[in-house]
């Protein structure tokens, strides 16, 4: 039986293309039961102060960081979006002196301009976010050499590469509104995907590479850094492949409720703790994934019950 056209955008593939059942199931969920979606290898924690939840995002940095040696040198994978632990990790670097000359830093993601990945300048880089929010703030004598932040290019090579110089220790990010993790967005519903998304097992394959955003992608970004100025957003960006992120011994997804919705965080725990792997729902393909762990603010987990404003 065909799956269902997409609510969004019919030329694409995205979560509601997904069997009913599964929607319905999600949109049920609440906080208790969301606790009690946990299974060995996906781990769920809750937050009850946007303090405490952030600070433990930082703290996932130090404790990567610390990990690094001459002999095993070792970092941690992390996002824009969110940006508020970035100042933090800075600030504890500082005030723990903790000297990263072996660690190192990998960017999930950023965008395309003109063909190539965006100049530093770009009002929108994330590669700018990064150091203007964390790394220029660490003391000179403590940052980590420039050879060790790595951030993806068009040529994704030397990127690609810098997993095997180096343990990832954990992958960390956010959730977006099409339930990706950095750029992994749903594909487009045409060619050989036309009436089946890829596969599992064929979207794991994919590495950093070179895609084309998502409409919802796009409209997401331009409503949390554009303005609403859909016109300034790029429609391709460079992500960290699912290749990349099978290398990290463990991904951290942090839902603060400012990113994604109540439905969204829901559908793809769900996913995960039941091992529902579907391509149109990227989140979901962690449920193969040996160490996951999601990390809910509590305050931002909300509710699916209808409520005019």
């Known amino acids: 039986m065909p799956r269902p056209p997409s609510k969004i955008s019919p030329d694409w593939w995205d979560y509601t293309t997904l069997d009913r059942e599964i929607l319905d199931d999600a949109a049920r969920l609440s906080a208790e039961d969301l606790a009690r979606l946990a299974r060995p290898g996906f781990a769920i924690r809750f937050y009850d102060t946007v303090e405490d939840f952030y600070l433990a995002e930082a703290l996932e940095y130090i404790a990567a960081w610390r990990q690094a040696t ?22 504890l670097v500082n005030e723990l002196e903790l000297d990263l000359r072996h660690a190192h830093f990998w960017g999930m993601d950023e965008w395309v301009v003109d063909g190539r990945e965006a100049p530093i300048d770009f009002p929108l880089s994330f590669a700018r976010a ?23 290019k068009a040529d994704p090579r030397e990127y690609v590469a ?23 967005d749903p594909p487009r519903r045409d060619g050989a995907y036309r009436e089946h998304p890829p596969s599992p097992e064929e979207y794991r394959r994919l590495s950093t590479r070179v895609v084309e955003l998502h409409p919802m992608t796009i409209i997401q970004n331009a409503r ?31 839902h603060a409720g400012c990113h994604d919705n109540p439905f969204g965080m829901r559908l793809t725990t769900l996913m995960i703790s039941k091992r529902l792997p579907d391509s149109a729902v990227p989140m979901s393909l962690l ?13 931002g987990i909300g509710t699916c019950e209808a409520e005019m404003h």
């Open 70 to 91: 001459a002999e095993a040198p070792a970092g941690i994978c992390g996002p824009i979006g969110p940006t508020e632990q970035l100042p933090l990790v800075a600030r």
């Open 130 to 152: 990064d150091m203007e929010l964390c790394f220029h703030r660490i003391r000179p004598d403590l940052r980590m050499p420039a050879a060790n932040v790595h951030f993806p």
């Open 162 to 184: 810098s997993f095997d110089a180096a343990r990832c220790v954990v992958m960390q990010g956010g959730q977006g509104e099409v339930k990706h993790w950095a750029f992994n």
């Open 224 to 254: 949390t850094s554009g303005g609403g100025v859909v016109t300034g957003v790029p429609t391709h960006a460079i992500s960290v492949g699912p290749a990349e992120t099978w290398k990290a011994e463990k991904v951290s997804i942090w």
């Open 287 to 299: 449920a193969d994934h040996p160490n996951v762990q999601f990390n809910f603010l509590r305050s």
